[in-house]
Structures are given as C-alpha cells and as structure tokens.
C-alpha cells in the first residue's frame, strides 16, 4: 500500500473514530440501573448520562430529564463531560490537519510539509484517543466497584452501559488512525553532504630532490685567458659606407 493508500485508510478509520466518540457522549447510557420489584409492572430501568437521565418503565414510557447542573452529576461523569468535549474538538483539528496535509490534496507546496502537516494531525488524534479513553476506563471501573460493594443497595447497583463500550472502540479507531498516519510519511529533507576540507600533511623537505638554485661563489682565483677585448656576436654585419641619400627640398 502506498503513501496515498495509508493517509485515505488512516483518516477513514479516525474518522468512524470521532462519530463512535460523539455517540459515546451523546447517548445517555454511561451507567444502567435495572431494578423490577415484586410486581413486573413496577419494573424500570434507569440510564445515566453526560447530559440527561432517562427511565423507562417496563410499560414502554420513557421520561428523560436534563441535568442541568454539573454539581449533581458524580466526579467521574464531571470529568467525563470535559474530557470527552476536549477530545471531539481536538480529533476534528487533527482530522483537518491531516485532511490539508495529505498527498492527494495540493493545499501546500512542499512535500516535507505536507508530511508535517500529517504527524501533527496523527499526534492530535492519539491525543484524542487518550481524552477519551481516561473517562471511560474511569466510570467503568467505579461502576465495577459499586456493584461489588456490599454497602451499595440492590436497587442502586449499576452495570456498564453501552457508552462505555462504544467509547473503547473509538479509542482504539482513533489510535490505529493516529500511529497509521504519524509513521506513513517522514518528512523528506533535503541530503547535503558534510564538507570536510582537504587535509595537507607538513613534512620536512626532501634536500635530495630539490637542490639550492644559487651557489656561493668559490674563493679560487680565475684560471681563464683574458685577452682585453670583446666582440659580441651579431647576425647582421654592419655595412662598411652608407651612401648619400638626395634630399629635395621644396
């Protein structure tokens, strides 16, 4: 698979990632309450969620109601409600970056920033994944506390709803997307080699090769002939007589 090939794959995958992650806060199914007492009639089943709580009795009536106020929720739903708003709006940049820095789109000019643009979208949407993967695991595990706990009153025991499953898919979409498209594509940089200058090695000289040009002169007396004239040697004779040129004057 191609470059081309791993950024369509990785943003088709982070994006099914971010609707699992806005269905996963919208939906109000963080914690499940059943309760049916002695008549069936009586029976009904509480959902706990980010934004309403909703009852639906065993007659098929469902009355949902909003929460209003933040204090009323427990700590890890608070957090949840933060956390999970945090992570939409950051795995959405990371989607756009991605989206403008992929090779089949010519938002920029250089490859290198193109793949820039690609790992930093790719670090956004790990980012995300991790956002929302602490409030889930969280409210999963104080729902596994209550329920096990002996102090906790049978019409008070809540499971695991279907939020917290829906959000441990979008964790592990959004990481696969994430790593996919932060490990498809290296920035390319331009090569130069490293310049090394020329080494030159200082030795002595070598005497042998290379004699002295200018010799000293000897204190022997000259030995020549000497006969007190010279005569340098021409290739033209001068002529003996030069004849009179006529002038003419006008």
Do not use: H
Not at 122 to 143: D, E, Q, T
């Amino acid at each position: 698979m191609g470059r081309v090939g791993k950024e369509v794959a990785a943003q088709v995958i982070s994006f099914i990632g971010l609707i699992l992650a806005a269905v996963c806060c919208g939906i109000p199914m963080w914690r499940v309450t059943s309760y049916i007492g002695a008549n069936i009639v009586t029976g009904q089943i509480v959902w706990d969620g980010l934004w309403m709580n909703c009852v639906m009795q065993s007659t098929g009536q469902m009355q949902c109601k909003l929460n209003e106020s933040v204090m009323r929720l427990s700590q890890d739903l608070q957090a949840a409600r933060a956390l999970v708003i945090i992570c939409l709006i950051l795995g959405f940049i990371g989607f756009i970056v991605t989206f403008i820095g992929t090779k089949c789109t010519s938002c920029l000019k250089k490859d290198s920033s193109n793949a820039n643009a690609v790992i930093i979208g790719g670090c956004l949407l790990i980012l995300a994944a991790i956002l929302i993967l602490v409030p889930v695991c969280w409210s999963a595990a104080i729902s596994v506390s209550d329920f096990q706990s002996p102090l906790t009153i049978e019409t008070q025991k809540r499971e695991i709803g279907a939020s917290i499953y829906i959000g441990w898919c979008s964790t592990v979409l959004l990481l696969i997307g994430g790593i996919i498209l932060t490990t498809s594509c290296p920035p390319s940089k331009p090569y130069y080699p490293p310049y090394r200058p020329p080494m030159y090695t200082y030795g002595r000289p070598n005497t042998a090769a290379y004699g002295p040009v200018y010799a000293a002169p000897s204190n022997q007396p000259y030995t020549g002939t000497y006969t007190g004239s010279y005569v340098p040697a021409k290739p033209y004779a001068a002529p003996s007589a030069y004849s009179a040129q006529p002038y003419v004057r006008n």
